[in-house]
């Protein structure tokens, strides 16, 4: 394939991958969001990302085949790299909050224990 050909390819996982994001980021920002939904989109956006990244493989090799794309290849560098590290970022949110709801949950268990009531005796 050209290199036009992959670049479409790629404005689309673009699209879907930007989407996928602004629904995990609208939810991370409720007050009570839903970890199951989160998990759910996080699996997505993982198998987005990977495909991507190959994508962005086979761009990437295409342009270093030129001798003379040193500026293309560093442009296309740098927006790959902003969609890495906002993966980066939503994934490490989403485990923050995973963990934090996990703490809550155990925390929570170990408060339902009903305990003896203790009687002092009284010395007359």
């Not at 934090?100 to 925390?107: G, H, P, R, S, V």
């Amino acid at each position: 394939m050209d290199v036009t050909q992959l670049k479409t390819q790629r404005k689309a996982l673009r699209t879907s991958f930007t989407i996928c994001a602004k629904s995990i980021e609208d939810e991370l920002i409720k007050e009570t969001p839903n970890v199951n939904q989160l998990s759910i989109w996080k699996a997505q956006i993982e198998d987005k990302f990977t495909r991507l990244e190959n994508l962005q493989m086979e761009i990437t090799n295409l342009i270093l085949k030129d001798t003379d794309a040193k500026r293309a290849y560093e442009e296309d560098f740098l927006l790959a790299e902003k969609y890495r590290d906002r993966f980066s970022e939503l994934c490490a949110q989403i485990q923050r909050l995973s963990m934090k709801k996990t703490e809550t949950k155990e925390f929570s268990e170990k408060r339902k224990f009903k305990l003896p009531k203790i009687e002092l005796k009284k010395f007359t």
